[in-house]
Nanobody, 127 residues
Framework: QVQLVESEGGLVQAGGSLRLSCAAA????????MGWFRQAPGKEREFVAA????????YYADAVKGRFTISRDNAKNTVYLQMNSLKPEDTAVYYC????????????????????WGQGTQVTVSS
């Protein structure tokens, strides 16, 4: 498994921006697709975005498409989630996750495809 540590989230006003990062320990980071999920109070964890192991393919949930951007720097073992035009409904605990398979050609979008998870970081968007 890969150990993942997310950056601190924060409190931001609606319309604002925030960038999350997730640092991975280990030498195999560049072989895994990475994803971001979120869980709001009283709701199930939901998919946000994913990126292939080489960064060539990305996929977004409809709710964040056009506002969020996932990227990765394999040299730094880090994946990022740039969140723009934030809305109160984006308030949640955000988790990064590493795929359970090496060199997957597609990007997984279900939580069961991911084997390693970060501890989560709170993002709160005020109206």
């Amino acid at each position: 498994q890969v150990q993942l540590v997310e950056s601190e989230g924060g409190l931001v006003q609606a319309g604002g921006s925030l960038r999350l990062s997730c640092a991975a320990a280990g030498q195999t980071f560049s072989t895994y697709a990475m994803g971001w999920f979120r869980q709001a109070p009283g709701k199930e964890r939901e998919f946000v975005a994913a990126i292939s192991y080489n960064g060539a393919v990305t996929y977004y949930a409809d709710a964040v498409k056009g506002r969020f951007t996932i990227s990765r720097d394999n040299a730094k073992n880090t994946v990022y989630l740039q969140m723009n035009s934030l809305k109160p409904e984006d308030t949640a605990v955000y988790y990064c996750a590493a795929d359970g398979w090496h060199y997957r050609s597609s990007v997984p979008v279900t939580s069961s495809d991911y084997r390693s998870w970060g501890q989560g970081t709170q993002v709160t968007v005020s109206s």
